[in-house]
C-alpha cells in the first residue's frame, strides 16, 4: 500500500523558516517523482515544488524561487521541503504526493497518491 506522511508543520513567525517532511513506503521510490502542494481556505491547490528520483531534477514556480528548496534522501524514501523567509501569503495546508514516472509535473491533478497534509500558519 502507497503511503505518505507529512510533518514538520507549524506557527511560525514571518521571516522564520520551517522544513516539511515527507516520509513515504509502499512503492519504488526511484520510480516516483514527488511533488510538494498547498491549498489555503478558498484557494485552489497550488504546486509549490517536484523533484525526480531518478536524476534529482527539480522544479519550482516562481511564487516561491529562491524560498523553497526542495530535496530528497533515497536511503529513507524521504522528500523534504525547506522553506525560508515565511510570509504570511504561505499560511496553507502541506501536501505531498507522488507520480509513478520521472517527469516533472506540478499539476496536482497528475499525481496519483497523496498525504494527509501539515499546516503551516506564518504570523505577523
Known amino acids: 500500500e502507497v503511503q505518505l506522511a507529512e510533518s514538520g508543520g507549524g506557527l511560525v513567525q514571518v521571516g522564520g523558516s520551517l522544513r516539511l517532511s515527507c516520509a513515504t513506503s509502499g512503492f519504488r521510490f526511484s520510480d516516483y517523482t514527488i511533488g510538494w502542494f498547498r491549498q489555503a481556505p478558498g484557494k485552489e491547490r497550488e504546486g509549490v515544488s517536484c523533484i525526480s528520483n531518478d536524476d534529482g531534477s527539480t522544479y519550482y514556480p516562481d511564487s516561491v524561487k529562491g524560498r523553497f528548496t526542495i530535496s530528497s534522501d533515497n536511503g529513507k524514501n524521504t522528500v523534504y521541503l525547506q522553506i525560508n523567509n515565511l510570509k504570511p501569503e504561505d499560511t496553507a495546508a502541506y501536501y505531498c504526493?507522488?507520480?509513478?514516472?520521472?517527469?516533472?509535473?506540478?499539476?496536482?491533478?497528475?499525481?496519483?497518491?497523496w498525504g494527509q497534509g501539515t499546516q503551516v500558519t506564518v504570523s505577523s
Open positions: 504526493a507522488a507520480r509513478r514516472g520521472w517527469q516533472l509535473v506540478h499539476d496536482h491533478r497528475e499525481y496519483e497518491h
